[in-house]
């Protein structure tokens, strides 16, 4: 598989790294955050403001799109570039996370996963080479393999099948995409959970079978912290430096922070633009829940620090009286802070690497601790 | 009261005019239609994209504001553009239509109207004088009288006594504006249904309390399309030139090009938003509905002739996509292309009289017949 990513730089006291990444539609310099857009857009977005904002790449979910519309007419519309009109990178899950997550009746098989459609309880079957022909089909610039987890609390026993099975399914994976003409990429994801041994095992099958990137799957489900950061130490020591490495699903600042430090490149989750919604703010002083009475009559932006259009133009009292009347403009302004907020740690995240100033950046970060509510 | 508004061109053809109207918060180009933000926001837009759509002037709800946030929080603030971050001018209508058709309970005196909120039920009591203090102090810059109508159908005699509160109201909102440094303006509205004789009465009386502009009101509620249009011939008769005439509440394309040819100025209407959030888009060819299953796979913008965002980017095929899916960004882009119709439109209009070519635009805009379905 030809070589599409290069480490830019490297942080000195940490494993941390700078990196770029080629795709059909362009560059991802990483640490990179990937907001998610499920059905083709971010949430409480235009793409002219997701772009505004600083999102290099996309999340999209080839389960519910395959559901609706359906492949046929993402095909028939020109792929999915062409069908949501984003011109820049697009990375697909392979849908797992989704028929564990949403689906009832689902039954695993060597061969692949039964399950019933969430929407209208049809049956469906899913082999990995199916996820890889849809997503290729689909024009995706980064194919994600169909995986296997267990549900936490898991035990080894159960972790040992998950890994039998996401290796088997990685390699048929890994063959089928081999039909096509290699242009986009095709991620291994490695299970195995909090065991040192499966995880490994699970890695080194993977990097036998020479994925153009590599993804830790299963974790941030509820195991302890410390354990996940050994998973990542190890994961640092096996992976090699030439391939991108994703962190799925993580999406606290903290954890993020304490990933890129163990040579994480990409991350997604939904937690700023779900966040948003539901009326929580990230700011540097903390989180803000904006319905709280304490802003009715707050002139203040969100946060003094932020440049995004809702800090440089409205008060937390505006903003609340928004969300409090249920308008769609309260998730659109939340949105755009709280997105703003994530892209802008990434770009300081980039530039503290290249200026060996990574692990002050995060000791500040970490320090105003976001995850708690905001300090008086 | 000092004169803030001139007619700058005016049809040979008809009574269409170009005017400019100047308010505290700068000047507005007539004839203008005012996007409707009951509370304080374009549903389902941010100011900026408002603003970049061509919105000269918002029209904002104090009924609904008064009751929440409530006035002393807006004037806490800093009046309604602070609090709203909107810079331009605003035009707040007195809540009367808010409380005719939303209050459970009205009762209707020659001192005012009570009413029960129709939130929690509290007993409100609102005379006109309360309706100029409240808008004043939320530092409007064009207040409207209350006034009082009947529902459609109507008898002349029903109307009689509206007209007869009308008027009384109207006197004192005149004269408990006098209090005031007159730096906002404050317009007479009128009624009378379609009865000329009333209608007359009706507009008389305000011309001898001498506002700074004026309305129709208790019209396009259910009358016959003719009746309505006399109306508007008749006050084009009575109305001073150098006074904005402002027909509430009417937002059809082909009744806005009749009422721009009788004389009148300014307009709002929810149409173009409302429809927008529901999947109704307005057309050159026609209208829309988004969700026609024959729009699945229509890779062609909404409207070929329209310079907007959601025209130059996306497809009818992911529009409705977005729309099916319930995504907040089908309201977002939606109302981005309705409401840049409907401005663009009232350029067209403004153009068109300057250069004597009013009636040919509205010959081939009702042609059009953007009310009616979209021709194949």
Sequence with gaps: MSQRFRTTARDAASAARNGLLETPHGMVETPAFMPVASQGT?????????ES???QIILLNSYHLSLRPGVETIEAMGGLHAYISWPKPILTDSGGFQIYSLSPLVKVSDEG???ASHLDGSKIFLRPEDAVDLQVRMGTDILMCLDHFPSYPYTEETMRESV?????????SRARFARYDGRQHLWGISQGGIFEDLRRRSIEALLALDFSGYAYGGLGIGEPKTRLLEVLERGHALFPEDRPRYLM???????ILEAVERGVDFFDCVLPTRNARNGTLFTSRG???IKNVRYARDPRPLDEACGCYTCRNFSRAYLRHLFERGEMSSAILNTIHNLYYYLDIFRRIRHSIQSNSFISLKKSLIFNDTDKEETK
């Design 42 to 50: 971010v949430k409480a977005l235009t793409h002219a403001l997701a």
């Design 53 to 55: 904002l600083g999102a």
């Design 113 to 115: 996963v039964r399950f």
């Design 164 to 172: 039998r099975l996401t290796t088997a399914w990685a390699e048929r």
């Design 249 to 255: 699903g993580m999406g606290y600042v903290e954890d």
């Design 287 to 289: 989180r803000v829940a």
